[in-house]
């Protein structure tokens, strides 16, 4: 008699899905674990924006006594905020970059990971290296400057998180020009959301922009977040109109960047662009 071959404990599709995102992003942490100045690179730009905006808010809290405070707490806050989006939308444009740097961007895909799983590893990576990045930067404004944002409460992880998502569907859009314009498209990873930053808000109420423009910045989710942040610190209210608008512009953007960058990518693999992008 034969024995009964013993039963197979395989792991859930979820599962072996995980370990393949946790693969790629695993891959991504080894660069950084022994490369310090990997680590200073994410901190220094956060801090240092930190360090010019804190000395321009000192001054101008000392000018204007009770209104230069709130608007300097309503600069900090939008310039921290606006720190996760960059960071947000350059770690993970950046990740990318650097599949396609080292040449590895073909290899990766005669591995069992998928496209989603691909997004989903380059995500974890952002959010990692916007933590990393804007953290210090936070504490260092409350050390520095007595500002807390933190006191904002669960109120401020909604609004940092909405940024953060908003970062993820701009680089998803980087990605996909990336895929389509190679090594031309590069730039893109570092510049795009500098460029929105007329139209997000980030200093000024939106009323502020020329009447044609305002339908445009309100179709930015930054808007929202900042005329949010804006009434909770000067006026300590909820802005939930703001918050949720913020939210559903947020799903709109991953929904069609995501179909573009599906789109994209499907173009290269048949052009065979997956294994030459970077030439």
Not at 45 to 70: D, E, H, K, R
Not at 216 to 228: D, M, R, T, Y
Request: proline share 5%; glycine share 10%; net charge positive.
């Amino acid at each position: 008699m034969h024995d009964r071959e013993a039963p197979r404990n395989d792991p859930s599709p979820l599962l072996q899905s995980a370990r393949r995102v946790w693969g790629l992003v695993y891959r991504h942490l080894a660069l950084y674990r022994r490369s310090p100045p990997r680590l200073i690179e994410l901190m220094y730009w956060p801090v240092l924006q930190m360090i010019v905006w804190g000395f321009i808010t000192a001054y101008l809290a000392g000018v204007q006594n009770n209104l230069g405070s709130v608007a300097a707490g309503v600069l900090l806050g939008g310039v921290l905020l606006w720190e996760g989006a960059l960071r947000s939308q350059m770690g993970f444009s950046v990740s990318f970059l650097e599949e396609i740097w080292s040449r590895n961007l073909g290899h990766i895909f005669v591995s069992p990971l998928r496209p989603g799983e691909l997004v989903a590893g380059l995500a974890t990576m952002a959010l990692l290296r916007t933590l990393i990045g804007v953290i210090p930067a936070m504490l260092l404004a409350w050390f520095l400057y007595s500002f807390n944002i933190f006191a904002l409460g669960p109120l401020m992880v909604a609004f940092f998180a909405a940024l953060i998502i908003m970062g993820w569907a701009v680089a998803l859009g980087v990605t996909s020009l990336i895929l389509r314009y190679g090594a031309g498209a590069e730039t893109l990873a570092w510049s795009v959301l500098f460029g929105i930053t007329p139209f997000a808000a980030v200093f000024y109420p939106v009323s502020i922009l020329p009447s044609w423009l305002q339908p445009v910045a309100l179709a930015l989710p930054a808007s929202h977040i900042f005329e949010g942040m804006r009434a909770a610190l000067t006026h300590g209210e909820v802005a939930w109109g703001h918050l949720g608008a913020a939210y559903l512009l947020d799903a709109v953007w991953i929904a069609a960047m995501g179909w573009v960058f599906m789109n994209q990518f499907q173009a290269a693999r048949v052009k065979g662009a997956l294994l030459n992008i970077g030439e």
